[in-house]
C-alpha cells in the first residue's frame, strides 16, 4: 500500500518563473491538504482539496492554486515565484468521513528560489 | 482563531530519563488534537490523537500524550527516552467545525546517551 508521494523532491527556478508540485494521496484517502514549511517553522495551511473543490483555504497570496483530480491526486501550482516561496511543500492526505482522522504526510517537494 | 504553542524551542533530556514536550492550544469548540515528529529532510509522521474519552492517550514508539481542557494543554510524554527519539516534534490542532490542521513551531528534542 504505497503512501503519499510528491514530485518532484527538489527543484531550483528563478525569481518570476511558476512551478507545479504533484501529490498522489494514500490510497483511499479522498482529501488532499497542502502545507509550506519554511526552515525552522512549523507547517503552514495553503489549502484543502475536496470532492475536486477547494474547501478552506489559508492566509496565501493568490498565487497559489491547486487542483484535485477525480483520483483524487493534487497538484499545487505557484505563479510568480519570490525569494520567501523557497521552502518544503508537504502534501498531506487523509480520509474526509468523519473528519477525525490524522494527516498522512509525503516526504515534500523542497522548493529553492533564486 | 485556532492557534497552537509550543513554549520550548529545544528539550534536553538524558536517555532513560522521562520526557515532556508542551503544548497548549486554542481553538473554537472542541478540539481535535494530534502530535507529529519529523526527522531531517523527511515529511511528518503521526504520532497520537486525542478525540475524545480518556484524557491520557497511547500513541507509536512508546509515546503518550495528556490532555487537559482546563488548561488547554496536550503536553507529550515518554517515561523512558532513547537516543533515537532525537527529533523534531510537532503539536497541531483541529477544530470540531473546521476542516484545516493547525500546527505549532515545533520543539527539538536532544537525548543524550
Known amino acids: 500500500d504505497a503512501g503519499v508521494t510528491q514530485s518532484p523532491t527538489h527543484l531550483i527556478k528563478t525569481r518570476g518563473q511558476q512551478v507545479t508540485l504533484r501529490c498522489s494521496p494514500k490510497?483511499?484517502?479522498?482529501?488532499v491538504s497542502w502545507y509550506q514549511q519554511a526552515l525552522g517553522q512549523g507547517p503552514q495551511f495553503i489549502f484543502q482539496?475536496?470532492?475536486?473543490?477547494?474547501?478552506q483555504r489559508g492566509n496565501f497570496p493568490d498565487r497559489f492554486s491547486g487542483h484535485q483530480f477525480p483520483n483524487y491526486s493534487s497538484e499545487l501550482n505557484v505563479n510568480a515565484l519570490l525569494l520567501g516561496d523557497s521552502a518544503l511543500y508537504l502534501c498531506?492526505?487523509?480520509?474526509?468521513?468523519?473528519?477525525?482522522?490524522?494527516?498522512?504526510f509525503g516526504e515534500g517537494s523542497r522548493l529553492t528560489v533564486l | 482563531a485556532q492557534s497552537v504553542a509550543q513554549p520550548e524551542d529545544q528539550v534536553n533530556v538524558a536517555e532513560g530519563n522521562p520526557l515532556t514536550v508542551k503544548c497548549t492550544y486554542s481553538v473554537s469548540g472542541n478540539p481535535y488534537l494530534f502530535w507529529y515528529v519529523q526527522y531531517p529532510n523527511r515529511g511528518l509522521q503521526f504520532l497520537l490523537k486525542?478525540?475524545?474519552?480518556?484524557?491520557l492517550v497511547k500513541g507509536s514508539y512508546g509515546f503518550e500524550a495528556e490532555f487537559n481542557k482546563s488548561q488547554t494543554s496536550f503536553h507529550l510524554k515518554k517515561p523512558s527516552a532513547l537516543v533515537s527519539d532525537s527529533a523534531l516534534y510537532f503539536c497541531?490542532?483541529?477544530?470540531?467545525?473546521?476542516?484545516?490542521?493547525?500546527f505549532g513551531a515545533g520543539t527539538r528534542l536532544f537525548v543524550k546517551a
Open positions: 490510497s483511499g484517502h479522498d482529501t
Open positions: 497541531a490542532v483541529r477544530g470540531t467545525g473546521g476542516f484545516k490542521t493547525i
Open positions: 498531506a492526505s487523509s480520509f474526509t468521513q468523519g473528519n477525525t482522522g490524522e494527516l498522512f
Open positions: 486525542y478525540i475524545t474519552g480518556d484524557n
Open positions: 482539496y475536496y470532492e475536486e473543490e477547494e474547501r
